[in-house]
């Protein structure tokens, strides 16, 4: 089983709606990042959370620690938010090294 | 602008053929980190420094050499590049804070294919 598990895997909506990306984990982390990359490849590192909850424009990241998940939302989604979004914890135990999710494969249509 | 800059961006090679990828950031991050990304497996971990001289392995560093002379740079070295290299790399930088790293800034990947 996987340490971080991301789910859906992949995701197709339409223009406008409300997408929820989640992340559960097993280990005991000190923190959690999501992180977006464009069909072209690059990667931009989106939220850091070690709780509660974290806005910026029309992404909101939440993190639950009692029951190791986090959830990306995108509210009015639009079709350049279509990207791979990735879940990464910071293990408690392996000093500053991330255990990756296998991403989620976003596509929204218009 | 801060950002980490990786060189090149598209590269071809031949088997066999020693090449090394550049990796600098202009942010004087410690951390610095090697990552490759295949297909359904997402990114693995190569090699990964926590600053000037501190190197250590990830979970795929076999066919990989890394250094950390200076602490903007971080190359990455292929001694003898194999076909089972062909992959998209990544170089990624942070600030280190206790017991965590603080959010990452990555290059833009290389596509090297080794033929």
């Known amino acids: 089983k996987n340490e971080v598990e991301q789910s859906p895997q992949n995701l197709t909506a339409q223009e406008g709606e409300f997408i929820t990306i989640n992340c559960s984990y097993s280990?005991?982390?000190?923190?959690l990042h999501w992180l977006q990359q464009h069909p072209g490849g690059g990667i931009v590192s989106l939220f850091m959370?070690?709780?509660?909850?974290k806005k910026h424009g029309r992404l909101i990241a939440t993190i639950n620690i009692q029951e190791k998940h986090s959830s990306l939302h995108i509210t009015a989604s639009h079709p350049r938010d279509s990207a791979v979004y990735i879940c990464?914890?910071?293990?408690?135990?392996?000093?500053?090294?991330?255990?990756w999710g296998a991403g989620t494969k976003l596509i929204i249509k218009p | 602008e801060a950002q980490v800059t990786q060189n090149p961006r598209y590269l071809i090679t031949v088997t066999g053929k020693k090449l090394t990828v550049t990796c600098s950031q202009n942010m004087n991050h410690e951390y610095m980190s090697w990552y490759r990304q295949d297909p359904g497996l997402g990114l693995r971990q190569i090699y990964y420094s926590m600053n000037v001289e501190v190197t250590d392995k990830g979970d795929v560093p076999e066919g990989y050499k890394v250094s950390r002379k200076e602490k903007r740079n971080f190359p990455l070295i292929l001694e003898s590049p194999s076909p089972n290299q062909t992959s998209l790399y990544f170089c990624?930088?942070?600030?280190?804070?206790?017991?965590?790293?603080?959010?990452?800034?990555f290059g833009s990947g290389t596509r090297l294919t080794v033929v």
């Open positions: 959370l070690s709780s509660g909850k």
């Open positions: 280990v005991g982390i000190s923190a």
């Open positions: 990464a914890v910071c293990d408690m135990d392996s000093n500053y090294q991330l255990i």
């Open positions: 990624a930088s942070s600030l280190r804070g206790t017991g965590r790293v603080l959010g990452y800034t």
